[in-house]
C-alpha cells in the first residue's frame, strides 16, 4: 500500500504543484527561472521540490477520499498506516520521490527527470571584447531561455492529453491505485508505474466530471478580506472541476475563483471580517467531513 500512497503523491505534486501531509508539513515543487549564476554561466529553468512545516492546500486524505471513493474514516486509517512506514526518526521517505531530513529535500532522480524532462542544464556564455556586443549576446540567451521555457511548459501541457484514469481496490486489499499520468501534469514522454488491481472488488475513480467553460472567469481577491478556501490550484481546469463539483453538490454555497499567486484558489465564501469567516467555516465543517480541510485565508 505505501507504494501506491507514494506514486499518488507523485501524481499530485505532478499535476497541482503541492500535496499537504497532515501532522507532518506540506511538499511544493517550484518553478525556478533562468538566472545568471556567474559573468559565463546560465542556470536553465528547472522545478525544485521544497518541503515546510506548514499545512496548506489540499492534505492527502481529501485526495484519496476523492481518488478512491473513500470515507473520511477508511481514508485517515490509509494515511495513518502510510505516514507511520514513512515517517521514522523525523526522517520522511517517499519511494520515488524524495527523501525528507531537518527540512531539506534530497529528491530522487526518477522524480527530477520527471518534473525536469529537460534536465537542470547550464548554459556557458562566451564573453567577447566590446561592452556592447557582450550585453546583446546576454539578451539574447535570455530571451531564447524564456522561449524555451514556455514553449518546454506547452508541449507538457499537450503531450499529458492521452493519459488514463487511476484505479483502486476495496478495503480487504488495504488500497491499490493504478498510477498513470495525469491529465494536466507538467512532464511529458514519462511513464509512471502501474499498479494492477484485482478483477473484484475495484473501485473505479469517481471524480467530479469537468465541464468545459467558454470563457472561465476568476476573481481578483480585496485586501483585508477574508476566504474560506476549499483549496488551492495550479490548473485553472481543476479549479473550474472542483467549483462545478462544490455547486452541485451544494448549490447553498456560491464557490467562486480567485486568482492566488499565478495559481487559481477555490473558496466557497468572501467576508470583510476573519472572524466571522472562521465562524462559517466552523458551521460547514459541523456539517459534514467533507469540509474538514477548508482553512481561512486573510488578503
Same mark, same amino acid.
Given at each position: 500500500?505505501?507504494?501506491?500512497?507514494?506514486?499518488?503523491?507523485?501524481?499530485?505534486? %505532478?499535476?497541482?504543484?503541492?500535496?499537504?501531509?497532515?501532522?507532518?508539513?506540506?511538499? =511544493?515543487?517550484?518553478?525556478?527561472?533562468?538566472?545568471?549564476?556567474?559573468? @559565463?554561466? +546560465?542556470?536553465?529553468?528547472?522545478?525544485?521540490?521544497?518541503?515546510?512545516? *506548514?499545512?496548506?492546500? &489540499?492534505?492527502?486524505?481529501?485526495?484519496?477520499?476523492?481518488?478512491? @471513493?473513500? $470515507?473520511?474514516?477508511? !481514508?485517515?486509517? =490509509?494515511?495513518?498506516?502510510?505516514?507511520?512506514?514513512?515517517?521514522?526518526?523525523?526522517?520522511?521517505? =517517499?519511494?520515488?520521490?524524495?527523501?525528507?531530513?531537518?527540512?531539506?529535500?534530497?529528491?530522487?532522480?526518477?522524480?527530477?527527470?520527471?518534473?525536469?524532462?529537460?534536465?537542470?542544464?547550464?548554459?556557458?556564455? #562566451?564573453?567577447?571584447?566590446?561592452?556592447?556586443?557582450?550585453? %546583446? !549576446?546576454?539578451?539574447?540567451?535570455?530571451?531564447?531561455?524564456?522561449?524555451?521555457?514556455? %514553449?518546454?511548459?506547452?508541449?507538457?501541457? %499537450?503531450?499529458? $492529453?492521452?493519459? #488514463?484514469? /487511476?484505479?483502486?481496490?476495496?478495503?480487504?486489499?488495504?488500497?491499490?491505485?493504478?498510477?498513470?499520468?495525469?491529465?494536466?501534469?507538467?512532464? !511529458?514522454?514519462?511513464?509512471?508505474?502501474?499498479? *494492477?488491481?484485482?478483477?473484484?472488488?475495484? +473501485?473505479?475513480?469517481? +471524480?467530479?466530471?469537468?465541464?468545459?467553460?467558454?470563457?472561465?472567469?476568476?476573481?481578483?481577491? &480585496?485586501?483585508?478580506? $477574508?476566504?474560506?478556501?476549499?483549496?488551492?490550484? #495550479?490548473?485553472?481546469?481543476? !479549479?473550474? $472541476?472542483?467549483?462545478?463539483?462544490?455547486?452541485?453538490?451544494?448549490?447553498?454555497?456560491?464557490?467562486?475563483?480567485? /486568482?492566488?499567486? /499565478?495559481?487559481?484558489?477555490?473558496?466557497?465564501?468572501?467576508? &470583510?471580517?476573519? #472572524?466571522?469567516?472562521?465562524?462559517?467555516?466552523?458551521?460547514?465543517?459541523?456539517?459534514?467531513?467533507?469540509?474538514?480541510?477548508?482553512?481561512?485565508?486573510?488578503?
Amino acid at each position: 500500500m505505501k507504494q501506491q500512497v507514494d506514486n499518488l503523491i507523485a501524481n499530485i505534486l %505532478l499535476r497541482e504543484g503541492e500535496v499537504c501531509l497532515p501532522q507532518v508539513g506540506t511538499l =511544493i515543487l517550484v518553478r525556478n527561472a533562468a538566472r545568471l549564476t556567474s559573468n @559565463s554561466e +546560465l542556470q536553465a529553468p528547472h522545478r525544485e521540490l521544497r518541503f515546510t512545516r *506548514e499545512e496548506r492546500g &489540499t492534505s492527502l486524505i481529501t485526495h484519496l477520499m476523492k481518488v478512491a @471513493s473513500l $470515507s473520511d474514516e477508511r !481514508a485517515s486509517d =490509509i494515511y495513518a498506516e502510510w505516514r507511520n512506514q514513512s515517517l521514522r526518526n523525523d526522517i520522511l521517505t =517517499i519511494g520515488g520521490v524524495c527523501c525528507v531530513e531537518n527540512n531539506k529535500v534530497e529528491i530522487e532522480a526518477k522524480f527530477d527527470s520527471l518534473a525536469n524532462p529537460g534536465g537542470r542544464r547550464a548554459i556557458k556564455v #562566451t564573453q567577447r571584447k566590446g561592452h556592447l556586443i557582450y550585453i %546583446l !549576446a546576454s539578451l539574447s540567451v535570455l530571451l531564447a531561455l524564456c522561449v524555451g521555457g514556455y %514553449l518546454l511548459h506547452a508541449n507538457d501541457l %499537450l503531450d499529458l $492529453s492521452s493519459q #488514463t484514469k /487511476e484505479e483502486q481496490i476495496a478495503e480487504n486489499s488495504g488500497i491499490n491505485i493504478t498510477i498513470e499520468p495525469i491529465p494536466d501534469e507538467k512532464v !511529458a514522454n514519462e511513464e509512471v508505474e502501474t499498479i *494492477e488491481a484485482p478483477a473484484a472488488d475495484t +473501485l473505479t475513480q469517481k +471524480l467530479p466530471a469537468e465541464e468545459v467553460v467558454a470563457q472561465p472567469t476568476t476573481l481578483p481577491m &480585496t485586501k483585508g478580506r $477574508s476566504y474560506a478556501v476549499w483549496g488551492v490550484y #495550479t490548473e485553472l481546469k481543476n !479549479a473550474e $472541476s472542483a467549483k462545478v463539483w462544490l455547486n452541485s453538490k451544494y448549490p447553498e454555497i456560491d464557490a467562486q475563483i480567485y /486568482e492566488y499567486d /499565478e495559481r487559481y484558489m477555490v473558496a466557497l465564501c468572501e467576508l &470583510t471580517s476573519r #472572524t466571522a469567516c472562521g465562524k462559517q467555516v466552523s458551521a460547514w465543517k459541523a456539517k459534514s467531513k467533507n469540509f474538514k480541510d477548508v482553512w481561512v485565508y486573510t488578503r
